[in-house]
């Protein structure tokens, strides 16, 4: 068994995308959380107002250790609340991060609420999945990539630099979109 590369990150930053683009170049199995929630339907509610399923947690964190043990080579968990992988299979962590105006627009391009919008689009801004994945695996483990103006192609080797050689420049905590719209005021647009 081989340790999970986590590929984690809020809603429309991109890690369905990366993930297929690094499985290819490593030959991994990819663990969607949503998709395999969805599937085998490991969920305890349906939240009506978000028009999303409640992860059963009891039953998906045995469910993914199952499958990371059973596979024989890597192995990569993506998902944007991949933290919840044991630490003790998870190899590394990358977390996308995308600026708040480009994300909107993704999900916007996903049909989504103006709520719905906002409430991702501010976790996205408060860097929350980045504080779950180094709350869970600490800080030697966490890597950040802020994609907005890479290419697919390009993020994939910027996360192939990560996985050899974890440079410092990528240290989770590096993007603070709190203090860049804070300066040209843009709070108010996103927290209203
Ligand atoms: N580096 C990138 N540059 C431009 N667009 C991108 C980039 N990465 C992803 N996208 C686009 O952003 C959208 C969301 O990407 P993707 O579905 O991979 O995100 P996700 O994090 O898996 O989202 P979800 O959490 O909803 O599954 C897609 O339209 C994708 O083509
Ligand atoms: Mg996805």
Redesign the pocket.
Known sequence: MGRAVIIS??????????SSGLASVLNAEIISL?GLVEREGLYSQIDAERDTKVADLNRLVPRVVELIEKTRGNVIV?G?YADIVPSSFVDIVIV?RTHPDVLSN?LK??GWSERKIRENVQAEILGSCTFNALKAYGSERVYEID?TN???EE?VLVALRIIDEKPGEYRGGVVNWLSLLDVDNQLEKYFY
Do not use: I
Not at 11 to 17: F, I, M, Q
């Open positions: 990150g809020c809603p429309g930053t991109g890690k369905t995308t990366l949503g993506e944007h996308l993704r391009a996903k994609n890479l290419s697919n993020v």
